[in-house]
């Protein structure tokens, strides 16, 4: 979505847009876990400078005052913590600022989010109206969830997600899904596409690479970007690499911090390409390695609505995705660039 398009986006996401006043009242609330480097995040983060630029009184809810975007909240955005050290801990904490400052909108991300905020207004008592919004694979992170907590989280969600006012989703694919995880009806579930670009990415994109290997002498670099998890499927995309290594003097940058980092890293070390693969972390800059970048790939066995490949696109690098569920196939449609199968790193090497 162009930043021009930001306030026309923010406002459509409004449950009712006559019921929600300018800059008036309580506003709208917007709630997530914390500021961790995430597409959610920053997705979110665009969408409440949208409605800022709307007119619209936004107070952005933390759980946790935590998170590498933590600097970057927009200006006219109000930021409330509530320091619980758990999302079920906080509910009773969410529904006391919901009663005290009586939100016109509540909007939230991500299904523990989603859950808990449904049940802090229900608590709260004062009807207020709430969207939840679905960022990816339902199915996939139920199948995923580990523990009792997450199972009982995912086993609550059609209940929960009945209670919404508006569900929605960032591509056709997370709708379907949903539809189906939840057994909701397709007519509750809006898709509403993330806000990607805004024209600070073109000044950041032009900005020198905080990277060595991005030096224009030297060989072509395959960048990947994402959160080290077994989603992202980034073991597939080192045993590509290491094919591709054997044809294409070339070199391979993952940026992103998470759990599966010391599992990449034992890969990298047994396929013999320590020099060429490189693991830096989260990287505040990413648009200047994307724009200098050989090939940007996104290896995903499942996604939402990647962020990073629209990105990446916005900053002129070529492009390669799986075909995975679900968003590349809506972003990448009529040939646009090329899709692979999941998993198949001979297939994503070519």
Request: charged share 20%; with cysteine; net charge positive.
């Amino acid at each position: 979505m162009p930043a021009g398009d930001l306030a026309t986006g923010a406002m459509a996401i409004a449950p009712d847009t006559g019921s929600v006043s300018r800059a008036r009242g309580g506003g709208i609330a917007m709630v997530l876990h914390d500021l961790r480097g995430g597409g959610a995040e920053r997705a979110c983060l665009r969408l409440a400078g949208g409605m800022v630029s709307a007119g619209r009184a936004v107070n952005l809810i933390l759980v946790k005052g935590q998170g590498t975007y933590l600097n970057d909240v927009p200006g006219g955005v109000n930021l409330t913590v509530l320091d619980c050290p758990r999302v079920w801990r906080a509910i009773p904490a969410l529904a006391a600022h919901f009663r005290r400052t009586r939100p016109q909108a509540v909007l939230s991300a991500l299904t523990h989010m989603n859950v808990a905020t449904l049940a802090a207004a229900t608590l709260c008592g004062t009807g207020v109206r709430v969207v939840v919004s679905e960022r990816n694979q339902i199915s996939a992170k139920a199948h995923e969830a580990k523990g009792a907590w997450q199972r009982a989280l995912y086993r609550a969600t059609p209940l929960a997600y009945r209670a919404a006012d508006r569900v929605v989703a960032v591509s056709g694919g997370v709708a379907g899904d949903l539809a189906q995880f939840a057994r909701l009806a397709q007519e509750r579930i809006r898709v509403i596409h993330n806000p990607v670009f805004s024209d600070d990415i073109e000044a950041l994109a032009a900005r020198e690479p905080e990277h060595p290997w991005f030096l224009r002498s030297n060989p072509p670099i395959v960048l990947a970007v994402g959160r080290l998890h077994r989603q992202k499927g980034f073991d597939t995309l080192i045993r590509a690499f290491a094919i591709a290594r054997a044809q294409v003097d070339c070199r391979l940058v993952i940026l992103g911090e998470g759990g599966e980092r010391g599992l990449l890293q034992r890969q990298v070390e047994r396929s013999g390409l320590s020099y060429d693969i490189d693991l830096p972390g989260f990287c505040a800059n990413p648009f200047a390695l994307m724009a200098r970048a050989g090939a940007f790939v996104l290896s995903s066995r499942w996604e939402g609505f990647p962020n990073a490949l629209i990105e990446a696109m916005a900053c002129g690098a070529p492009v390669i995705a799986t075909d995975c569920p679900s968003g590349p196939s809506e972003i990448l449609h009529d040939g646009v660039a090329p899709l692979v199968p999941v998993d198949d790193a001979a297939a994503l090497a070519d």
